[in-house]
């Protein structure tokens, strides 16, 4: 998982009163983002068991919303169909609330996914281009780097290597080594055994080591990263409170 974001948002909920731990907002702005981003079911489910008004409509647009994200993020492992719907869900709350920024709340990708997983190309195509058009438009590097890795992932080999190389372009200068690393990676396989595989792997490799993200780093060894690129110690996060 990505460590430090993870290690970062528990020092942020440790530094709140134990009063403030039980309510919905505090918990969510500190972890929920890393659960989202990093797929951590395990996680997701700990801050929903923080958020006691996870369940109350009356609640606001953006926690409604995130509640929905991390119930997709439970879901996703076991039971896909679960996970469309918490995502289609949140999709609606927010379009009818006029909210299209692609960057808060990343349901489209992640549901053009669950789509094309679950046997449906055509809808899993309609809103991948929905998202990068819309990332497009608001022309955020992290959002549009993702939404040209999702897209690549739907298209044909020649096109999806060109999206790939936009979206490594894009992400070079955004600060975001997780998405930078998960492009490079994508860009590996789908060159096959090209020229550029092995500089797009050891790079990708560097970057999850830097971050602490364990799991990309293995999936980068995988893809061939050198094996003398040795990782370094990992740190250990701390547990889920039982």
Known sequence: MHTPARAAAWHALDLAPDGLRTLSAFPLAALAPVAITTHDHRLATHVLTLCTHHTDHTAGLHLRATTLMLRATTAARTDPRTALEHLTTCGALLTAAGWDNPVLFPWRPWAARQHHALGDPGSARALADDDLDRARHWAAPTALGRALRVRAALAPPTEATDLLDEAITTLRPAHDPLGLALALLDRARAAGEGPTTGDHTREAL???QACGADWLAARARRLG???????P????????AS
């Open 233 to 240: 110690r990992p740190a250990t996060p701390p547990p889920l």
């Open 225 to 231: 990263a050198p094996a003398d690129h040795p990782p």
């Open 206 to 208: 560097t970057l999850a």
